[in-house]
């Protein structure tokens, strides 16, 4: 498959295919003129790219998931450990929602008398303070 083949087939751009080539994510099998080309399974590598970055991994951590050959190879414990990240981000988002909604109904007269408003924002306190320390 060319390049142009490539990118119909799968939506990603040829500058993010060449980016994700460099990164060693995918290989070319050669080329045709001045376009690559890639073997059919460069679709399922894409596919897995894409699993992958909407679960949140970096693409280092994606690199790490194919073997020499560009076959997955998928380190089990960093799909839990990487689910048990998502339950903790899941948690904290649905608190900062409840949050928020309570404070959008809330009948104090201004929202900083609302007990619960007070909470949100030192938690949101705490955490901006932990991150510009670099902790988490």
């Known amino acids: 498959m060319d390049i142009s083949e490539v990118v119909r087939h799968s939506g990603?751009?040829?500058?993010?295919?060449?980016?994700y080539e460099e990164k060693g994510l995918i290989a070319s099998t050669g080329r045709s003129g001045l376009k690559?080309?890639?073997?059919p399974s460069v679709l399922d590598q894409l596919a897995l790219i894409a699993l992958g970055r909407s679960a949140g991994f970096s693409l280092d951590e994606i690199g790490q998931m194919f073997d020499?050959?560009?076959?997955?190879s998928i380190d089990r414990q960093a799909l839990t450990a990487k689910?048990?990240?998502l339950d903790r981000t899941i948690r904290k988002l649905s608190a900062m929602r409840d949050g928020?909604?309570?404070a959008a109904?809330?009948?104090?007269?201004s929202h900083l008398e609302c007990g619960q408003f007070r909470r949100?924002?030192?938690?949101?306190s705490t955490r901006m303070k932990q991150e510009k320390g670099g902790v988490r």
């Open 120 to 124: 949100l924002m030192k938690i949101a």
């Open 83 to 85: 689910a048990d990240e």
């Open 36 to 39: 690559r080309l890639f073997a």
């Open 68 to 72: 020499a050959r560009g076959e997955p």
């Open 100 to 102: 928020l909604r309570h």
């Open 105 to 109: 109904r809330c009948q104090a007269p």
């Open 12 to 19: 990603v751009p040829a500058s993010t295919l060449r980016y």
